[in-house]
């Protein structure tokens, strides 16, 4: 076998995916949705490659992924990290807006490309937040939040018409965290 071999980069796209996940901590399930890999082949990648990596070890996870939405409204600094992610969703084409004005799936990339997408999304994220709140795997559930069970949608702020993370089912007040944030800031100096 030839690494070169054109018949064989599938398979290590799927492969870099798989060590890409496990370093930011992904689940077996996480993992196996989006590179096709069974849950046996994802413990021995991690077990072969990431048990005792320069004496430290990555964690691992047990479990399904969280699927709570709280999360990510419960408080204007998480429900603006949330739009920060939503937001690199679409920037990285992981996301487009539908007719109806909601965001939806980008339907021409497979799994494979989904995942690594995600990836650029969290690693751009933890690059943009000082002190992220959110991991991998709460990436992972706003994702399917956002696109699949569309419990949380994209609304637009009637102060500074930028969008924000809404719960589906909870009253929108058509303000979005960051400005929320900045009236909260400018109390506080005030006293």
């Given at each position: 076998?030839?690494?070169?071999?054109?018949?064989?980069?599938?398979?290590?796209?799927?492969?870099?995916?798989?060590?890409?996940?496990?370093?930011?901590?992904?689940?077996?399930?996480?993992?196996?949705?989006?590179?096709?890999?069974?849950?046996?082949?994802?413990?021995?990648?991690?077990?072969?490659?990431?048990?005792?990596?320069?004496?430290?070890?990555?964690?691992?996870?047990?479990?399904k992924s969280p699927s709570q939405i709280t999360r990510f409204v419960s408080s204007s600094i998480r429900q603006s990290e949330a739009t920060v992610l939503a937001c690199l969703f679409l920037y990285f084409d992981l996301a487009a807006f539908d007719q109806r004005g909601r965001i939806a799936q980008n339907l021409s990339i497979d799994k494979t490309s989904m995942g690594q997408r995600l990836c650029q999304a969290y690693e751009n994220y933890l690059l943009i937040q000082p002190n992220p709140r959110l991991s991998f795997e709460w990436t992972w559930n706003?994702?399917?939040?956002?696109?699949?069970?569309?419990?949380?949608?994209?609304?637009?702020?009637?102060?500074?018409?930028?969008?924000?993370v809404q719960d589906t089912y909870a009253l929108d007040y058509q303000r979005c965290p960051f400005c929320d944030l900045a009236d909260h800031r400018a109390i506080e100096q005030s006293r």
């Open positions: 076998m030839r690494i070169t071999d054109n018949r064989y980069a599938g398979e290590l796209n799927k492969f870099d995916l798989a060590m890409r996940m496990i370093q930011h901590e992904a689940r077996t399930g996480t993992i196996k949705a989006c590179t096709g890999f069974s849950e046996d082949r994802v413990r021995k990648i991690y077990s072969t490659y990431f048990k005792k990596r320069n004496g430290q070890q990555v964690k691992r996870k047990r479990g706003l994702y399917h939040c956002l696109i699949h069970n569309q419990e949380l949608y994209l609304a637009w702020c009637d102060d500074c018409g930028c969008p924000y």
